[in-house]
Nanobody, 120 residues
Framework: QVQLVESGGGLVQPGGSLRLSCAAS????????MGWHRQAPGKQRELVAG???????NYADSLKGRCNISRDNAKNTVYLQMNSLKPKDTAVYSC??????????????WGQGPLVTVSS
């Protein structure tokens, strides 16, 4: 079983910054791509940023230029640094991981997601 545990959410003022972390634990061979997604109240979940094992990244336009995704493969952890936050960034942020559990057996795992609230 593979689990993702996120941390770092909370209340932040407009213009502030926040760093989210997501650590994978359990039994697996390797983690390929990892990503951060968000779902605002009444809206569909959307991709925020993704990162491959080798470090290639992609960002959604909504937070592009205001966030940075990184990972530590040794710690099986992915991070999301968000800056210049706006009230419209308020959402539940969840991470995902494409995990190889056994040779040629792949599983997509999701975390519960911390709530990020941007408000004064």
């Amino acid at each position: 079983q593979v689990q993702l545990v996120e941390s770092g959410g909370g209340l932040v003022q407009p213009g502030g910054s926040l760093r989210l972390s997501c650590a994978a634990s359990g039994s697996f061979l390797t983690i390929n791509s990892m990503g951060w997604h968000r779902q605002a109240p009444g809206k569909q979940r959307e991709l925020v940023a993704g990162i491959k094992r080798g470090g290639d990244t992609n960002y959604a336009d909504s937070l592009k230029g205001r966030c940075n995704i990184s990972r530590d493969n040794a710690k099986n952890t992915v991070y999301l640094q968000m800056n210049s936050l706006k009230p419209k960034d308020t959402a539940v942020y969840s991470c995902s991981a494409a995990v190889e559990t056994l040779p040629n057996r792949h599983l997509e795992v999701w975390g519960q997601g911390p709530l990020v609230t941007v408000s004064s």
